[in-house]
């Protein structure tokens, strides 16, 4: 393979890394795999003498750092809301993606009525994760739904979440329900200890 088709394979590995992170719904894995592919792309404009293209490119990458930068400051970006009144709003989140949350929480009933806690995370203004359970009187909640939608899913919503509910009473989180596979990876990894059937973490 000559020196001149290995140059052209690299200028086609920037190119496909690029459209695929269009193809992303995580944020994240769009910066990361976008900042990456215009990096190749950028050193492939270089070798070619295409100087403004690898201008353009080494820009979108400074861009795609400065952005993750800003998600990395998770105070800063997300707020909690507490949603308990605000039911059309709570309502219309959970209606759009039922789908999604039934893959997660399959026993849930689609609505939160019954429930005496109601949140959602929102990142700059936009929703961002929901939370809804019951709490027992003593700082336990019983969770019913904690749910990130796709786009924020490795935004760290739940840490986020988590950091602030002891200021509402919360000190610790239970999953009462079988979860599915894919739920309990994320509660294994967000902490949760699993005892006599029920998940538990501390907050406090």
């Known amino acids: ?63 795609n750092i400065y952005n993750l930068a800003k998600l990395s400051k998770k105070d800063q970006a997300y707020d909690l809301v507490d949603a308990r009144n605000e039911g059309r709003l709570l309502d219309y989140i959970l209606g759009y993606y039922r789908s999604d949350i039934q893959k997660y929480f399959p026993g849930f009933a689609g609505n939160s009525s019954g429930l005496d806690r109601a949140y959602v995370v929102c990142c700059h203004g936009n929703p961002a994760g929901i939370l809804l359970g019951n709490t027992d009187g003593e700082g336990a909640m019983d969770v019913v739904v904690d749910y990130s939608m796709p786009v924020y899913r490795d935004c760290s919503v739940g840490a986020y979440l988590y950091s602030k509910l002891p200021a509402e009473g919360i000190h610790t989180l239970r999953y009462s329900e079988e979860e599915t596979e894919t739920h309990k990876s994320y509660l294994a990894k967000m902490g949760f200890a699993k005892e006599n059937g029920v998940y538990k973490k501390k907050l406090v």
């Open 1 to 63: 393979m000559g020196s001149a088709m290995i140059i052209e394979m690299v200028g086609y590995l920037g190119s496909i890394l690029v459209v695929v992170s269009m193809l992303m719904s995580s944020v994240i894995k769009l910066r990361v795999i976008n900042m990456a592919g215009s990096g190749i792309f950028a050193v492939y404009a270089l070798i070619i003498h295409s100087y403004p293209t690898a201008l353009m490119n080494f820009c979108l990458v400074a861009i």
